[in-house]
């Protein structure tokens, strides 16, 4: 314990020379920290009651005889270290739930949450003979534990996560240092195919601003760079799309919005940074499928803003930069993609409509039309491609513009499933990844039991009093006579003590508890009383025999 202030010293020296101020002083020094019996106890419990919400379930049976799951995974850095070089050879292994309790609870270890297929590493090859599994039955032995050294299963897929490596950056995850949400990928692509494996990202490196996007973000001067010169454009464009004062006015309130509502939680944005820009508002998508896993199935691309899909994020280091004319191009995208406006404007301008179909019926080749140009151009390009491919229909995909350029990560909503096109030709494409098929069904231990007996917890197996009482029903009767008894005597042992505090309406303090328990065991003092004691009781045998 580190040394008390130097105005403190000569005080904390005195409670070892006497010792009728030693408790009284303690008393002082400790009455903030001091609680009563009824305090302790429900402390005890409300700390229970958190580590059973934190720990649910039942860590009894190791998962690995179950085979392929899609369940909650932890790396144990303790038994499998990750090289000091990472470029090194490492052998990657994963641990399920009871095992990372019963097995590795001691251990330091990385919670990599669902993987898809995969089975438990505990007691294998993956891991040092010296670290067993105590859960499995020993083929061996025919007994529970001891299980190491057997076969791994051969088609787990391990990425960098199990290095506590996450992310595009490569950052070594720190629970308590991280801030913001990372999300995690769908993960059609594994390591070997060039995807990702379910890795987790910061929304600024998928946008490819990086993690730390918003403190530099913060040390830029404003109005400058590209993202200014983007936004300007966007809202000349939608202006001059709109020819309505009521379209400036509805583009200017959300600027202020958030203006406000920066100013009124500055603090909260601290620990969680903003949303880079570009990413999308975490309520507007299900998932997403980054853009190393986009790459390593290229032909999702094209469902980039169709039903079921957002926009494209585009990864700012693939984009266009300033040079090649990315803020005219932006000034086309946008004007293309506002059909609603101009149909505004032609119910209530119709000569200036009947002038704008007459110019662009004349270029067929343009594929741009005005009121009903984006609606006749999605209805041709599917009467050329709606030819039945083995009975089972048009193919979706060949209806679906051309796929963006660049780098770009898939967000998708809840459905999208359903608009993905399973005709002859794109169901093995999506065949491979079960997870585009249908949702996955994730695996979970079962809840503890005696949730009624957990003081009212949602989950758990009861407190630590109520399984020590169920303990001592099943402890032979001689045992509990036994235990009886020390309870008993202790209770004896520690009643005059506890009597003199509830007679004067003391708390005790923990120096008062441990110097009571040094005297029962004989500490110090203590010793000398007890020597004294029995000097006196030699003196009254001594005359009790002179009778």
Same mark, same amino acid.
């Given at each position: 314990?580190?040394?008390?202030?130097?105005?403190?010293?000569?005080?904390?020296?005195?409670?070892?020379? %006497?010792?009728?101020?030693?408790?009284?002083?303690?008393?002082?020094? &400790?009455?903030?920290?001091? &609680? %009563?019996?009824?305090?302790?106890?429900?402390?005890?419990?409300?700390?229970?009651?958190?580590?059973?919400?934190?720990?649910?379930?039942?860590?009894?049976?190791?998962?690995?005889?179950?085979?392929?799951?899609?369940?909650?995974?932890?790396?144990?850095?303790?038994?499998?270290?990750?090289?000091?070089?990472?470029?090194?050879?490492?052998?990657?292994?994963?641990?399920?739930?009871?095992?990372?309790?019963?097995?590795?609870?001691?251990?330091?270890?990385?919670?990599?949450?669902?993987? =898809?297929?995969?089975?438990?590493?505990?007691?294998?090859?993956?891991?040092?003979?010296?670290?067993?599994?105590?859960?499995?039955?020993?083929?061996?032995?025919?007994?529970?534990?001891?299980?190491?050294?057997?076969?791994?299963?051969?088609?787990?897929?391990?990425?960098?996560?199990? *290095?506590?490596?996450?992310?595009?950056?490569?950052?070594?995850?720190?629970?308590?240092?991280?801030?913001?949400?990372?999300?995690?990928?769908?993960?059609?692509? %594994?390591?070997?195919?060039?995807?990702?494996?379910?890795?987790?990202?910061?929304?600024?490196?998928?946008?490819?601003?990086?993690?730390?996007?918003?403190?530099?973000?913060?040390? *830029?001067?404003?109005?400058?760079?590209?993202?200014?010169?983007?936004?300007?454009?966007?809202?000349?464009?939608?202006?001059?799309?709109?020819?309505?004062?009521?379209?400036?006015?509805?583009?200017?309130?959300?600027?202020?919005?958030?203006?406000?509502?920066?100013?009124?939680?500055?603090?909260?944005?601290?620990?969680?940074?903003?949303?880079?820009?570009?990413?999308?508002?975490?309520?507007?998508?299900?998932?997403?499928?980054?853009?190393?896993?986009?790459?390593?199935?290229?032909?999702?691309?094209?469902?980039?803003?169709?039903?079921?899909?957002?926009?494209?994020?585009? =990864?700012?280091?693939?984009?266009?930069?300033?040079?090649?004319?990315?803020?005219?191009?932006?000034?086309?995208?946008?004007?293309?993609?506002?059909?609603?406006?101009?149909?505004?404007?032609?119910?209530?301008?119709?000569?200036?409509?009947?002038?704008?179909?007459?110019?662009?019926?004349?270029?067929?080749?343009?594929?741009?039309?005005?009121?009903?140009?984006?609606? &006749?151009?999605?209805?041709?390009?599917?009467?050329?491609?709606?030819?039945?491919?083995?009975?089972?229909?048009?193919?979706?995909?060949?209806?679906?513009?051309?796929?963006?350029?660049?780098?770009?990560?898939?967000?998708?909503?809840?459905?999208?499933?359903?608009?993905?096109?399973?005709?002859?030709?794109?169901?093995?494409?999506? &065949?491979?990844?079960?997870?585009?098929?249908?949702?996955?069904?994730?695996?979970?231990?079962?809840?503890?039991?005696?949730?009624?007996?957990?003081?009212?917890?949602?989950?758990?197996?009861?407190?630590?009093?109520? =399984?020590?009482?169920?303990?001592?029903?099943?402890?032979?009767?001689?045992?509990?006579?036994?235990?009886?008894?020390?309870?008993?005597?202790?209770?004896?042992?520690?009643?005059?003590?506890?009597?003199?505090?509830?007679?004067?309406?003391?708390?005790?303090?923990?120096?008062?508890?441990?110097?009571?328990?040094? *005297?029962?065991?004989?500490?110090?003092?203590?010793?000398?009383?007890?020597?004294?004691?029995? *000097?006196?009781?030699?003196?009254?045998?001594?005359?009790?025999?002179?009778?």
């Amino acid at each position: 314990m580190d040394a008390p202030p130097a105005p403190n010293a000569s005080f904390t020296e005195q409670p070892s020379q %006497t010792s009728g101020p030693s408790r009284t002083q303690s008393f002082s020094q &400790q009455s903030d920290s001091s &609680q %009563t019996a009824a305090e302790f106890i429900n402390s005890q419990l409300q700390l229970e009651a958190d580590a059973r919400e934190a720990l649910p379930y039942k860590f009894e049976k190791c998962t690995n005889p179950i085979g392929k799951l899609r369940q909650q995974i932890f790396s144990c850095l303790t038994c499998s270290p990750p090289p000091a070089n990472l470029s090194d050879p490492y052998t990657a292994a994963g641990v399920c739930y009871s095992c990372s309790i019963s097995c590795h609870g001691e251990h330091t270890l990385v919670e990599l949450f669902n993987k =898809r297929d995969f089975v438990c590493d505990c007691g294998t090859t993956r891991l040092p003979a010296t670290s067993h599994c105590t859960l499995r039955v020993n083929s061996e032995t025919n007994t529970k534990g001891s299980v190491h050294s057997e076969e791994p299963a051969p088609d787990n897929s391990y990425n960098q996560n199990f *290095k506590n490596r996450f992310c595009g950056c490569e950052c070594d995850y720190d629970a308590y240092a991280q801030k913001g949400t990372m999300f995690q990928c769908l993960g059609i692509g %594994t390591t070997e195919t060039g995807g990702c494996g379910e890795d987790w990202w910061h929304p600024g490196c998928l946008v490819g601003l990086g993690p730390n996007w918003d403190e530099e973000s913060e040390r *830029k001067p404003k109005n400058e760079g590209l993202l200014e010169s983007i936004a300007e454009v966007a809202e000349a464009v939608v202006n001059e799309k709109s020819g309505d004062t009521n379209t400036e006015v509805a583009n200017n309130e959300p600027a202020v919005a958030p203006t406000e509502t920066l100013a009124a939680g500055e603090e909260a944005e601290e620990e969680d940074p903003p949303l880079p820009p570009g990413f999308p508002e975490e309520d507007a998508f299900e998932g997403f499928i980054c853009y190393k896993c986009v790459e390593a199935n290229p032909w999702i691309k094209r469902y980039a803003g169709t039903p079921g899909f957002l926009a494209p994020v585009f =990864r700012r280091s693939t984009a266009p930069s300033p040079e090649t004319g990315v803020l005219g191009k932006t000034e086309e995208l946008i004007a293309s993609h506002l059909p609603i406006m101009k149909k505004r404007k032609a119910d209530d301008d119709e000569e200036s409509v009947a002038s704008k179909r007459h110019k662009d019926e004349t270029p067929a080749t343009s594929g741009e039309s005005s009121t009903e140009g984006p609606a &006749q151009t999605d209805n041709v390009v599917p009467t050329e491609a709606a030819v039945p491919e083995d009975g089972k229909g048009p193919c979706k995909l060949n209806t679906l513009p051309p796929a963006p350029t660049g780098q770009i990560s898939l967000f998708f909503k809840d459905d999208f499933r359903e608009h993905l096109c399973r005709c002859s030709s794109c169901f093995p494409l999506l &065949q491979p990844h079960e997870q585009l098929l249908e949702e996955e069904e994730l695996y979970e231990p079962s809840v503890s039991d005696n949730e009624e007996e957990a003081g009212g917890s949602t989950v758990g197996s009861g407190s630590i009093y109520d =399984r020590g009482e169920s303990a001592l029903k099943n402890v032979d009767r001689v045992r509990a006579i036994e235990g009886v008894m020390a309870y008993n005597h202790l209770k004896d042992k520690l009643k005059p003590f506890f009597q003199q505090f509830a007679e004067s309406g003391q708390a005790i303090s923990a120096e008062d508890i441990k110097a009571h328990f040094a *005297k029962m065991r004989g500490d110090e003092q203590a010793i000398k009383d007890a020597g004294e004691g029995a *000097k006196r009781e030699t003196d009254n045998r001594k005359e009790q025999g002179g009778y």
